[in-house]
Structures are given as structure tokens and as C-alpha cells.
């Protein structure tokens, strides 16, 4: 019999991983007493019921036929995930505007209708445009060029 | 009269010229995205968080706001003119709407949809400017057991609402509240789910994680779609309704606004529901119910009046009890926490220029809105054409800079790229991002309150059951679960919801 990976299945994979982790990361921390609850006891409580939901949603994906996963759409979440992941790690050294540049022509691979012109133009208006407004118009500390 | 001294101080607020300002910037803003299809009111307001920092907390609320209902207002342009919904509670308005605009009616489902729109809008503001003080004198004597049960119940209630699985809604929200407790513990400086990171001692920004998910998350979503074909009715000529129009639409408009204001109040109801059922009671009510769905202009009255009371109407509980109705709101606690306001019964009493200012500011938005969309609905539908291809990089590059501003952060842009991951990913597995977002601003509240409560009963949990209030919650949550159980009105709600994806 082949497996059916369903949507419940996964997420109820997902929540149980995520509330064992949980536990498990946060077993150290201090249960305290009932009248005086310590920073574990919240957390385990959620943890704990967050991994049940999940192994309920394992047991259902199991035996009652849910809804198959779609495709995962690889182009849009690799480029515009890399652009805005490229900007986190580059803004403060390579400067803004390199990092603002990458974000935009990064999210025009996204999709398969990519103009050189018409990205390039929209890459100088809207780096210069935002970056304006949030450099000038509120200040934002934000270094325009590369401070190797 | 108090409360009329009070209105009073609010428009004196409202009308200063810098917040008149910035609750126009606030509708005009709000109509963009609302006639925008894929943009939505919580991603934009997501990405504006760190922007109203700057603005006097007055100023921040109500542009806010104003992004909030005029969204509701923009999304039935589209609907009308492009059969698509440029917002989700304007999903029913595109049944009939587009109908009449295809019967060269356009303009007078343009002006049904403003005008019924600016009634609901007059009277909610009246309904917020009566009853929230009301609640929130009643809900001082709430004790901290009260509130855990209240902040449950407002959470399981949520519940019931979202779409699609329920032990996934219930799931998404621990999630939230176990991402809430990241960071510093405040009793006992103990840093809990840190990983050795300094950053996450004050915990994840909750504007990190909304930007995330609804600004990034939801662009790939978009983009995983594919464009949409888009055709639009392009004669909007005839804005004026007749004084025969302007009778059948009074009544679906009153009976829109009294369930859309109801409806609005309760957690997890909102617009979407609001406009829903509007419309199915304006259906069941008429003399000739073959009428829906052809162009009838109740079809466009009540929806629309209904969406917008709601809309308004989320604002009580959030104002009153510091519990938010929806994602919006959640948005909203999270404005006011950054200028170190708390929601809350107290919030009226000490802060009254920011209540009463917000609840004047309604109105004039409201009155704005009307002269926004009626003689400058040809801009509007001129935005229509703006291809998405040219929006997302800017929301792209706005939420990457967005992010960064909060506290100027490099880390907070890979944190929110990975809930952006994590919004596409739920996306996929039929998870609703915004219970996670609820659980995430109710769960350190819920642990507050629950610490107290135990310290003041001792350790016994009784508590929770012999306060009256505490107990009113707790069985109104044992209710909603056993609704949510019970077989019968399972399917009913699968129906409801299959017919308004349909």
C-alpha cells in the first residue's frame, strides 16, 4: 500500500515535531509550584498539547484519506526568499542600494516574464524612490554604499 | 450630555490638521489595496507598523484605522468592475455586482456600494461611541482569572470561523503562543527558546513575524498562482442613484449594518462573515429570492454596509477588553504596544483624546471615503490595470526595509524571510496564518494573567470556576467547542463556506 501524504499528515508531523522540541529544549527550565508558576510551566503545557494535536493529525492523515499536497511552487520561493534572505546579510556591509537592487531583481526571476529593461528601470526608481523615503523622510540609519 | 462633551474632544482631536492628514493618507492608502487584488489590509498594515512609530500614537491609530475600512470600501470597486474580489469580505459583492455592471449599471452599484457603506459606517461609529465605554466600565472589575477565560474563549471563538480543519486552527495557535514565550521571562529573567541568540532575549517583533508571513509569505503565494485573466467593465457612467433606487436601498442597508455591527463584535467574525451573512439574509427575506445572483441591488447594499460595520465594530472589544477580533486587530494591539499603550479596559479613561479621536476620525474617514470612490472611481479602476508584476518588488522591498527600521537589525530581514517560508509552507498545508498571529499576542497575556490568577487563589484552579465572569467565559467556550463538535452544524459550516468560495 502506498503512503498517501495528505495535508493533515504533514502538519500533524510538523506540530509534533515543533511540541516535542519544545519540551525538550525547555525541560530545564523551572516548573515552580501551583501557587507560584515558574517560566516552564506555560510552555510545557502548550508544547504538550500542540505535539497531542499533532499526533492526532497523524493518526487521521493515517486512516482518513485527506487532501494531497500540492506541487510547492520552487521558482517564486527560492528567488524571493533568496533576495529578501541576501538583503538581511548583506545591508549592513555591502550598503543599501546593492542590497535594495538584489531584492528587486531577485523577485523579477521569480516569475518567468522577465524584462531587462523594464526591471532595470524599475529597480532604479524604486531603490531610489524607498530608499529615499525611509533614508530622508524617517531617517532610518541606513548606509547607502559598501563600508568594507 | 458625556458622551456628546466626549465626541466633542474627539473630532477636536480628528480635525487637527496633521491627523486629518494622516487619516487621509490612511482611507486613500486603505482604497489602493482594497481595489488591489492580492494586497490586503493585514499585509499592508504589517509593513506600515514601523513606519507609524514615528507618529504620535493618535496619528499612528488612526491612519491605521483608516487602512482598515477603507480597504473594505476599495475591495467592492473590483468587485463590481472586475468580478474579482479585491478584498475577501467583498467576495459576495462580485455575485451581483457584476452583474449589474454588465447590465451597464456599474455606477449605480458603485454609488449602492459607497452610500451603504457610509450609512453602516455612520452608524457604527454611533454604535462604538455608546457602547464601548459602557463595556469597558463593566470590564474594570475584571480579575486576572477573568481575563485568561476571556482571552480563551476569544481565541477558541476565532477558531470556529477560520476556514477549513479545526485541530489545524487550534494547532497554529499554539504555535503562536509558543512563539510568544521566546525570550526573556519577566518574572524570573530566565531566557527561554533563545538558542544563544542576544537578539531574541526581548523575543521575535511581532511586526517580524506579520510582515513575514502576510508581506512575504503571501507574495510567493501570489506569484505560485499564476496572473490572473482580468477583464473589466469599463462604463461606470451613472453614479447618481434615483430617489427609486435610493429606497431599495435603505432597508438591505440598515438590515446589512445591525448584523454586520453584531457580527463584527464577536471574536473571529469580521467583515467576511458579516458580508456573508448579510447577504444570505437578504436572500432568504426577498419576495422573489431568483432575483441574487442576477444583479440585485440588495445583493450589493447589504454585504457592503455589512462589511464596513464590522469593520468598525472589531474596534470594541479590542478598545474595551483588549482583545482583538481579528488579524487587523491583533495588528492594531501590536501599534499601540509599540508606543507603549496596553488595549484595555483603562485605555478610554487614560487615553481619551486617542479613543474619541479614533471613533471621530471614523466618521470623517468615512465621509472621505464617499468622496474618494464615487467622482474618482476612474483612477481607481485605472490602478486595475497596474500589472502585479511591477507591485511585488516594491512590497518585497518595502517589507525588507521595513523590518530592518524596527530596531535596526539585520538579523529581524532573515528572521522574517523564514516566516515567510513559513507562511507559504502553511499555506500549502491548508493552515490559516492568523490564528498563529492571535495565539502569538494573546499568549503572553494568557500567562500573565494566568500566573496572577494562580497567586491569588494559592495554586487552585477553582478560581476559574467560581468567579462569576471567569465562569460566564469558560461555559460560552464549552459552548462554541461543543458547536464545533457536534456533527450537524460541522456540515452546516461546510456548507456556508462552500457556497461563499463558490
Known amino acids: ?148 | 450630555m458625556d458622551v456628546l462633551s466626549n465626541l466633542g474632544l474627539g473630532f477636536a482631536v480628528a480635525l487637527d490638521p496633521l491627523n486629518l492628514l494622516y487619516g487621509f493618507l490612511g482611507v486613500l492608502l486603505g482604497t489602493a489595496i482594497g481595489v488591489l487584488p492580492g494586497l490586503g489590509p493585514v499585509a499592508t498594515i504589517s509593513i506600515l507598523l514601523p513606519v507609524t512609530f514615528t507618529l504620535q500614537p493618535q496619528s499612528a491609530i488612526i491612519m491605521l484605522a483608516g487602512i482598515y475600512y477603507g480597504a473594505a470600501y476599495g475591495g467592492s470597486t473590483t468587485a463590481i468592475l472586475v468580478n474579482l474580489p479585491g478584498e475577501s469580505s467583498s467576495v459576495v459583492t462580485t455575485l451581483d455586482g457584476y452583474q449589474m455592471a454588465r447590465q451597464g449599471k456599474a455606477g449605480l452599484a458603485l454609488a449602492t456600494a459607497a452610500l451603504s457603506s457610509f450609512m453602516a459606517g455612520t452608524i457604527a461609529t454611533f454604535i462604538i461611541a455608546f457602547a464601548a465605554p459602557t463595556v469597558a466600565e463593566f470590564a474594570l472589575d475584571f480579575g486576572p482569572a477573568d481575563y485568561c477565560s476571556l482571552m480563551v474563549f476569544g481565541l477558541v471563538a476565532a477558531v470556529i470561523l477560520a476556514h477549513g480543519s479545526v485541530i489545524k486552527a487550534i494547532g497554529m495557535i499554539l504555535t503562536g503562543i509558543l512563539l510568544g514565550t521566546m525570550g526573556i521571562d519577566v518574572n524570573s529573567s530566565l531566557p527561554r527558546f533563545t538558542f544563544g541568540v542576544p537578539q531574541f532575549g526581548d523575543g521575535i517583533d511581532f511586526a517580524v513575524i506579520a510582515m513575514g508571513i502576510f508581506g512575504i509569505g503571501e507574495t510567493i503565494t501570489n506569484l505560485a498562482r499564476g496572473a490572473e485573466a482580468r477583464e473589466y467593465v469599463k462604463n461606470y457612467r451613472g453614479l447618481w442613484p434615483s430617489p427609486h433606487d435610493l429606497k431599495a436601498i435603505v432597508r438591505p442597508a440598515l438590515r446589512g449594518t445591525g448584523l454586520g455591527a453584531a457580527l463584527g463584535i464577536l471574536p473571529g467574525g469580521g467583515p467576511v462573515l458579516a458580508s456573508f451573512s448579510a447577504y444570505a439574509l437578504e436572500k432568504k427575506i426577498a419576495a422573489e429570492p431568483d432575483r441574487f445572483g442576477r444583479g440585485a441591488i440588495e445583493g450589493v447594499a447589504a454585504p457592503e454596509a455589512a462589511n464596513n460595520a464590522a469593520s468598525q465594530t472589531a474596534f470594541i472589544p479590542l478598545l474595551t477588553l483588549g482583545l482583538p477580533a481579528s488579524p487587523v486587530m491583533a495588528l492594531m494591539i501590536g501599534a499601540l504596544m509599540m508606543h507603549g499603550l496596553y488595549a484595555g479596559p483603562q485605555l478610554i479613561a487614560q487615553k481619551p483624546e486617542l479613543f474619541w479621536g479614533l471613533v471621530a476620525s471614523m466618521w470623517i474617514g468615512n465621509l472621505m471615503l464617499v468622496v474618494l470612490n464615487l467622482p474618482l472611481v476612474g483612477m481607481w479602476a485605472k490602478l486595475l490595470t497596474v500589472p502585479y508584476r511591477l507591485l511585488y518588488p516594491s512590497i518585497l522591498l518595502i517589507c525588507c526595509i521595513g523590518v530592518y527600521s524596527i530596531r535596526n537589525d539585520a538579523l529581524d530581514v532573515i528572521v522574517a524571510s523564514v516566516f515567510g517560508l513559513v507562511g507559504y509552507v502553511m499555506t500549502r498545508l491548508q493552515c490559516e496564518p492568523a490564528p498563529l498571529l492571535l495565539g502569538f499576542i494573546l499568549g503572553p497575556l494568557i500567562e500573565e494573567n494566568l500566573r496572577r490568577a494562580l497567586l491569588i487563589s494559592h495554586g487552585s484552579p477553582s478560581v476559574f470556576f467560581t468567579r462569576p465572569i471567569s465562569l460566564t467565559f469558560l461555559i460560552l467556550t464549552a459552548i462554541v467547542v461543543a458547536i464545533l463538535v457536534l456533527p450537524v452544524i460541522r456540515s452546516g459550516r461546510a456548507r456556508v463556506f462552500a457556497e461563499e468560495t463558490n
Open chain 1, 1 to 148: 500500500m502506498r503512503l498517501r501524504v495528505s495535508t493533515d499528515l504533514v502538519t500533524g508531523l510538523l506540530f509534533l515535531a515543533l511540541g516535542l522540541f519544545a519540551i525538550a529544549y525547555g525541560w530545564t527550565y523551572p516548573l515552580g509550584t501551583p501557587a507560584r508558576i515558574g517560566p516552564g510551566y506555560f510552555p510545557l503545557l502548550i508544547a504538550s498539547g500542540l505535539a497531542l494535536l499533532g499526533l492526532v493529525l497523524v493518526v487521521r492523515g493515517l486512516v482518513a484519506p485527506g487532501e494531497r499536497i500540492g506541487a510547492i511552487a520552487a521558482r517564486p520561493l527560492v528567488f524571493v526568499l533568496a533576495g529578501t534572505f541576501l538583503f538581511g546579510l548583506l545591508v549592513e556591509r555591502a550598503g543599501f542600494i546593492l542590497a535594495a537592487v538584489l531584492v528587486v531583481v531577485l523577485a523579477r526571476l521569480a516569475d518567468r516574464d522577465f524584462r531587462p529593461v523594464e526591471v532595470a528601470i524599475l529597480a532604479v526608481v524604486l531603490v531610489s524612490f524607498i530608499g529615499a523615503l525611509f533614508w530622508l523622510g524617517l531617517s532610518l540609519p541606513l548606509h547607502p554604499l559598501p563600508t568594507w
